[in-house]
Nanobody, 122 residues
Framework: QVQLVESGGGLVQAGGSLRLSCAAS????????MGWYRQTPGNKRELVAD???????KYADSVKGRFTISRDNAKNTVYLQMNSLKPEDTAVYYC????????????????WGQGTQVTVSS
């Protein structure tokens, strides 16, 4: 009933910037927290940043001061602006959303995007 579609990944040199987008669609009533996670081979998926519908954003220590998360509630979209990228930021980035949606009744579930590759060359 709900899909998350990411875009904006790619290859960039160290020090460069990328902007990721993730749009949620479907029979959405509202979205609580939206976030970005990343995963490298052999490692667990880790939180990069998240943003509640109303409240304080949260960032991993490794990205503080370099990444900025934002959202457009009218478009059900979350963004991740990544500046001063480092090779260690290389990973598959996944968006995540805690969604209330219409089914046979009001339902709630957590959804994930398909992932987008970010590669930072040194």
């Amino acid at each position: 009933q709900v899909q998350l579609v990411e875009s904006g990944g790619g290859l960039v040199q160290a020090g460069g910037s990328l902007r990721l987008s993730c749009a949620a669609s479907g029979r959405i009533f509202s979205i609580n927290t939206m976030g970005w996670y990343r995963q490298t081979p052999g490692n667990k998926r880790e939180l990069v940043a998240d943003i509640p519908s109303g409240g304080t954003t949260k960032y991993a220590d490794s990205v503080k001061g370099r990444f900025t998360i934002s959202r457009d509630n009218a478009k059900n979209t979350v963004y991740l602006q990544m500046n001063s990228l480092k090779p260690e930021d290389t990973a598959v980035y996944y968006c995540n959303a805690d969604v209330f949606y219409y089914g046979s009744r009001m339902l709630r579930d957590v959804y994930w995007g398909q992932g987008t590759q970010v590669t930072v060359s040194s």
